[in-house]
């Protein structure tokens, strides 16, 4: 691989310069600005590297009467072995407000000491810049890719790629691989790679009661239903001062951590002390400490209550009775938990309480998926981070957070794990993310390391 590695070191400021140009692309889905630009311009850059490349589903075309979403990058390119590898990647960034707290502007990529900063520089632009650097390395050293490869870059991944199970669903031919490589990743503070194996699930909903036809004068406390009481007394129906979420049936399909992802969990890092540190407590819910605390953390279902309103909230005193209340929750769902099911199971819960009149709205929903830690393919992308960190790999069964992995573990029956070029204090989503070039550099060389390892594998 040394060839491949020298070629990755003498060409890292032509790889920069390129995730330079494309993260001065200001592409954020939520606000629909630079999506086709952004497409064409990764798929162009893929076809330079010898892929055929299409963007599907341009802007502005429907399926069935709804929105298609932004346009998909697909891209294949046949190698030395059939065996074909998935990067799953997102072309789209998050919004970069406040743009006050930027120490340079998110937009205009900027090289400080050994760090880049801008949007989009590690969340996912950089993971897919430092992919196809190694891509670029094994076509130049070697003349031909290993292994096959297919790209799959979606451009509303921050918003929660409401697409993504559909699309995976309609083109399930042109998606056929072997494994999938998801989106990101990194390092510990310890410099260890971490290797990450699957997400939870998001049931996304807002409650609203309603009682009266308009907020009347307090005195009527005495004899007029409040809506902000209704939906107090019916959200303190959902969980208890134990934390145990009281839907009938919620746990139902809670699949526990094996042996092997307890072991796994076991050997990870203890986050505890900064956790406890950074938000200003002295326990954790439950009193969870180490195992008991991560195992919690990535294969326990939550309910929160994300936000309250009703009634008056402003300065001063208003004694006033309101008509309408609103509160918008989330449940993380582990695998096999259902979404549908869990909605169904609120509605039916609020209805078997008394509380049939809080009308219950969706706003998003993604299923819970998860490879086994004992997949081979697990401990091939270990052994490519192993070779090229010279450390041990921290396998994580599973992140604590959600994204659309569900159609690519269940539809296309891929194994997958994610590796990248992060590091804990990238900032992604917020101002200043960054990404360190060491890493760029031994995310881009693992990436390498891992093609010629798959090739390899069965
Ligand atoms: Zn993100």
Known sequence: MDDIYRYIDDHLSDSLAELQELCRLPTVSAQGQAIQETAEHVAGRLRSLGFESQVLGKEGAQTGGRPAGHPVVYAYQRGASARTLMFYDHYDVQPPEPL??????????????????????????????ARLAAIRAW???????????????????????????????????????????????????????QVTLGVKGLLYVELEAKTINRDAHSSWGTTLPNAAWRLVWALSTVKGPDERVLIDGFYDAVRPATPEERAAVGAMPSEEGETLKTYGISDFLCGVRGLDFRLRHLFEPTATIDGVISGYTGPGPKTVLPARATAKMDFRLVPDQDPDDILAKLKRHLAGRGFGDIEVRTMGEERPARTPVTDPFVAVVGDAVQAVYGREPVVVPSMAGTGPLYPFVKTLGLPTADCGIGYPDARIHAPDENIRVGDFLLGTKAVAALL????QSS
């Open 100 to 129: 006050d707290l930027w120490s340079s502007p998110p937009f205009q990529p900027t090289l400080r000491e050994d760090k880049l900063y801008g949007r989009g520089v590690c969340d996912n632009k950089g993971n897919i810049a």
């Open 139 to 193: 076509k130049e050293a070697r003349g031909q890719l290993p292994c096959s490869i297919k790209f799959c870059i979606e451009g509303d991944e921050e918003i929660g790629s409401p697409h993504m199970e559909e699309f995976v669903e309609e083109h399930r031919e042109l998606l056929a691989a072997d494994a999938c490589i998801w989106e990101g990743g990194g390092v510990t503070w310890e410099g260890r790679p």
């Open 452 to 455: 010629g390892r798959f090739a």
